[in-house]
C-alpha cells in the first residue's frame, strides 16, 4: 500500500486544481484605507475639479479633440466606475477603523477593570495598615511606660520611709495603665 503514489491512494484527498489567487488581506485593507484617505482631502477634490474643467473645456470648445461630445456620456461613465469602486474601498476602511476601535475599547475595558481592581486592593491594604498602626504602641506611650519604670526603679533603689505613700503610688500607676489601655 505504501507503494502508491498519493493520487492513486483513496484516504488522501486530491489538490485542488483550481487556480488560487492568493490575496494579503492586510494589504488589501492598508491600500483601501489609504485611498479612502485620499478621497477625503481637498487636494483630491481640487484635482477632480480641474480635471472635470478641462475635459468639458476640451470637448466644448476644442472641436479637433472633441471625443466625448456634450451629454458627456464618457466622463459620466469615468465617475460611475470610480464611484462603483470608491465606495466598496471606503466601507472596507470604515470597517477597518471599527475593527481597530472595538479593539481599543475592549483593551481600555480590561485595562479600566485591572485599575478598578488594584484600586481596591489597595485601598484594602489601606484600611488594614491603618488597623494595624492603631494597635502599634506609639512614641508617648512608650515614654510614659518608661518614665513609669524609671520611678519605679529609682523608688525600689530609694524607698520611701512612709508605708502609705508606696501603696498609693502603686495604685495610682495601675490606674493611669488601665485607663491608657482601655
Not at 494589504?27 to 477625503?40: K, N, P, Q
Not at 480641474?50 to 476644442?62: M, Q
Not at 488594614?128 to 519605679?152: F, I
Amino acid at each position: 500500500m505504501s507503494d502508491l503514489s498519493a493520487r492513486q491512494r483513496l484516504d488522501t484527498p486530491r489538490t485542488s486544481r483550481r487556480f488560487a489567487l492568493n490575496v494579503d488581506v492586510e494589504a488589501v485593507g492598508r491600500v483601501s484605507e489609504s485611498f479612502a484617505r485620499f478621497l477625503g482631502t481637498g487636494r483630491y477634490l481640487a484635482m477632480q475639479t480641474i480635471f472635470v474643467i478641462v475635459w468639458i473645456a476640451l470637448n466644448l470648445f476644442a472641436l479637433k479633440w472633441q471625443w466625448d461630445p456634450y451629454p458627456f456620456i464618457l466622463l459620466n461613465l469615468a465617475f460611475s466606475t470610480q464611484a462603483a469602486y470608491a465606495a466598496p474601498l471606503i466601507l472596507l476602511a470604515q470597517n477597518r477603523q471599527e475593527n481597530r476601535d472595538r479593539v481599543a475599547l475592549e483593551e481600555d475595558r480590561r485595562r479600566a477593570e485591572q485599575t478598578k481592581a488594584d484600586t481596591e486592593y489597595l485601598a484594602r491594604e489601606l484600611a488594614a495598615l491603618r488597623l494595624a498602626v492603631g494597635e502599634v504602641a506609639t512614641r508617648d506611650y512608650l515614654r510614659r511606660e518608661l518614665e513609669e519604670l524609671h520611678e519605679k526603679l529609682a523608688e525600689l533603689q530609694h524607698p520611701h520611709p512612709s508605708a502609705d505613700g508606696d501603696a498609693a503610688n502603686k495604685s495610682d500607676g495601675s490606674e493611669r495603665r488601665s485607663k491608657r489601655r482601655g
